[in-house]
């Protein structure tokens, strides 16, 4: 890896996972209605767009277990879930997180 890549990788695995969490579920499903589904990708676009796209298979790797990590924390607090498509579906409390004024507070409150 370049040292570009390995601080991207560095940062992405720095960060706090439960306000990355918040803040990636709130891009990805604003303007989303409850029970839709948007495409997994849209999570993975805010990520590179944060943190630069992996280049090569370790960086590959390290952003996929953090968006993996992500999407379990989303399914554990009950706000999305996988679907069978491959999307990830919007619940009744993620529309909440929505509303909610600070989405990592309401996140930490439904975990």
Known sequence: MT???VGG???LLGEEVL???ASTFVVTFTGVGLGRER???VLDKEIYRRFGKPRGSDASYAYKAVILQI???WE???IAARASTGGLTLLPNGARLLDAPDAVD???ALL
């Open 76 to 78: 554990q607090a009950r």
């Open 9 to 11: 990788v560095q940062a």
């Open 39 to 41: 495409a997994r990708n």
């Open 106 to 108: 309401e996140l930490r």
């Open 3 to 5: 040292d570009s890549q």
């Open 19 to 21: 306000p990355l969490a």
């Open 71 to 73: 999407v379990l924390i």
